[in-house]
């Protein structure tokens, strides 16, 4: 079974940091993009950062750049999220998402692969 | 900026609704690289459509998928109770960078 499992949230002070881990099985994590996707209460969805599967590609939002990174450790099929200076306005439920296309020569085709999400709360 | 949908559709079962998701010549107008999800309360998000109209394996052929300029659509066909959630339409927009619509909330009547 496909499956992609968040882990690492939790409360934090504003302007502490938090690394968020996704663990990947059932699929050759290898071959696939994955993205973090963010949902604050009660909003819509946001793209947080997103990495190619030859790791060749990252990006991120606007409102993340020069706080998060992005990083992938084939070896332990897993996806990282290392979440710096984080605000209050950082706090959602993160989401990991499996890249929908095997060795895409695109950054992007879709999420077919969703976990079921880790909680940040930041918070003096 | 965020891509603009309607923020609230609704119909009745059997009928077709269509949902759209207006972006810029920077990203739905540049590339054939929108997707459509489907979120129930408290459910992760569901591929639906992908790279305009693609669906993946095992998602209803009553879900369908277009793009004219700047616009992408998706359409559900015979709605039924369960198509009830929230749709977020999202484009690849260049530089390695995403970005999503605001969602639209779906009622079946």
């Known amino acids: 079974e496909v499956q992609l499992v968040e882990s690492g949230g939790g409360l934090v002070q504003p302007g502490r940091s938090l690394r968020l881990s996704c663990a990947a099985s059932?699929?050759?994590?290898?071959?696939?993009?994955m993205h973090w996707v963010r949902q604050a209460p009660g909003k819509g969805l946001e793209w947080v950062s997103g990495i190619s599967w030859k790791s060749d590609s990252i990006g991120y939002a606007d409102s993340v750049k020069g706080r998060f990174t992005i990083s992938r450790d084939n070896a332990k099929n897993s996806l990282y999220l290392q979440m710096n200076s984080l605000r209050e306005e950082d706090t959602a439920l993160y989401y990991c998402?499996?890249?929908?296309?095997?060795?895409?020569?695109?950054?992007?085709?879709?999420?077919?692969?969703w976990g079921q999400g880790t909680t940040v709360t930041v918070s003096s | 900026s965020a891509l603009t949908q309607p923020a609230s559709v609704s119909g009745s079962p059997g009928q077709s609704i269509t949902i759209s998701c207006t972006g810029t010549?920077?990203?739905?107008?540049?590339?054939?690289?929108v997707s459509w999800y489907q979120q129930h309360p408290g459910k992760a998000p569901k591929l639906l459509i992908f790279e305009v109209n693609k669906r993946p394996s095992g998602v209803s052929n009553r879900f369908s998928g277009s793009k004219s300029g700047n616009t992408a659509s998706v359409t559900i066909s015979g709605l039924q109770a369960e198509d009830e959630a929230d749709y977020y339409c999202c484009s690849y927009a260049g530089s390695s960078t995403l970005v999503f619509g605001g969602g639209t909330k779906l009622t079946v009547l």
């Open positions: 998402a499996k890249g929908s296309t095997i060795r895409g020569v695109r950054f992007y085709y879709g999420m077919d692969v």
């Open positions: 010549s920077s990203d739905v107008g540049d590339y054939n690289l």
């Open positions: 059932g699929f050759i994590f290898d071959d696939y993009a």
